[in-house]
């Protein structure tokens, strides 16, 4: 009760930030009737606009329940002022429910811009069935677009995902059933590159004869092949594994971070060999209101995790501080951004050194709100999107997806500012 009292304290305080932020609606549900949206993803491209996705839930369920589109938003200046809503043919489900349709949706979005090149990328579970019914012969697929104009026009989707579970058949998490990439944003290396190409990461959830489990991919040739992070015998989540994210460290070793009651399990991958992704998984750590760390009060929720240079203002100290995004609660509600300092790298050592020391930057929403996302914009601060019940509870199937954006500073209640890598 005392835990509980000081939180709704502090909400009164990052409310108060909050209300500097700018608050628009890029993709509104306003009744129960209308078609919802869900499942918001953030993009910047390297000339700096930005590209918001979300599900266009037509079925008013998870992806593989029926037709599903895909609809994207585009900022020309930094999210001062949005395009109208785009709905692109190549991201159009048919509906066609039949076995093997890949074209019968397409959810759960994914997106990454190229920093040094105009070429964007959108990843998406697509057909059916849905992933809790899949078989290794019968499962979801996973599709991928191309844009080489800054996210303006895209080309037709590709099914990538036979080459992941062919990999996994010989693990001893697999066969598996279905699996699918963690909607949000998909992590470019500033550290590792082929040629002109920087690394991708991303995490998966799997479900197979071991449950649910994660894994973490990587690519080094923008998306067209993908690798497992330390090779298929490594599960960095193995309990209680759900949607995860994955940051790079300041080290260039690879942090997930995946949803769990309560909080966020963690869990880093140190290189042997960064070029080769060899290496090992430590053993996961769980963070939550117990150990002083990322506490979602009954609920388990997809969020964003961000890494940031930073200057603390009291001694000019240059650091990082980790940014993680969650519903506070209770349930999927106050959805708001923690942030943790790495001073130095003992503070990111390990996950049990993660797990602990998290801060209450902003509360986003005081309303019913769930899975988020974050990225760091050419013009030096925080695009935050995530869902809300704006206009209407839940029981249409979606939520209003809502963008903000913070400053550093609003974040950290001016503790630290952003600098240059």
């Known amino acids: 009760m005392k835990t509980r009292i000081l939180l709704a304290m502090t909400f009164i305080m990052v409310a108060a930030d909050a209300l500097f932020a700018q608050n628009t609606e890029l993709f509104p549900t306003l009744t129960v009737k209308d078609i919802p949206y869900r499942i918001p993803a953030l993009g910047v491209a390297s000339n700096g606009d930005l590209v918001a996705v979300a599900d266009y839930r037509y079925s008013r369920e998870d992806i593989g329940s029926g037709r599903i589109d895909l609809h994207l938003r585009r900022s020309l200046d930094n999210g001062l002022t949005w395009l109208d809503i785009e709905r692109n043919e190549v991201m159009r489900g048919d509906g066609v429910m039949v076995p093997g349709n890949q074209k019968a949706g397409y959810g759960d979005p994914s997106i990454v811009g190229d920093r040094n090149s105009p070429r964007m990328m959108i990843i998406s579970c697509s057909g059916m069935p849905q992933s809790q019914d899949g078989t290794r012969e019968q499962h979801q697929g996973t599709a991928r677009w191309y844009s080489d104009d800054y996210g303006r026009t895209w080309g037709e989707p590709v099914n990538i995902g036979d080459a992941i579970y062919e990999q996994l058949d010989k693990s001893p998490y697999g066969p598996i059933t279905s699996m699918f990439v963690a909607s949000g944003k998909i992590l470019q290396s500033r550290k590792v590159h082929k040629g002109k190409n920087y690394r991708l990461y991303c995490a998966i959830l799997t479900f ?27 599960c960095p989540i193995n309990d209680r594994a759900d949607e995860a994210k994955v940051v790079e460290l300041p080290n260039g ?23 080769k992704g060899e290496g090992r998984w ?16 009954g609920n388990d929720c997809n969020g964003e995790i961000l890494l940031v240079p930073v200057v603390r203002k009291n001694d000019n100290k240059k650091t990082f501080i980790l940014l993680q995004s969650v ?31 998290w801060n209450i930057g902003v509360e986003a929403t005081q309303l019913g709100s769930a899975y ?39 974040l950290t209640h001016g503790q630290y500012s952003l600098r240059k890598w």
Request: charged share 15%; net charge negative.
């Open 208 to 234: 197979g004869p071991k449950g649910m489990n994660n894994f973490v991919l990587f690519s080094d040739d923008f998306g067209e092949k993908w690798q497992f992070l330390g090779g298929v015998n490594q």
């Open 253 to 275: 070793n690879i942090l997930i971070s995946s949803r769990c009651w309560g909080g966020r399990n963690f869990n880093i991958f140190t290189f042997s060999d960064i070029k």
């Open 282 to 297: 430590a053993t996961q750590a769980r963070s939550t209101e117990v150990n002083q760390g990322v506490a979602s009060n």
């Open 327 to 357: 519903p506070f609660g209770p349930g999927r509600s106050h959805v708001g951004i923690y942030y943790k300092e790495l001073e130095s790298e003992a503070n990111y050592a390990t996950p049990r050194a993660i797990v602990f020391g």
């Open 372 to 410: 988020s996302t974050m990225i760091m914009q050419k013009n030096n601060t925080v695009g935050f999107l995530f869902e809300e019940e704006t206009h209407c509870g839940t029981q249409g199937g979606g939520y209003t997806i809502i963008y903000q954006n913070y400053t550093i500073e609003q």
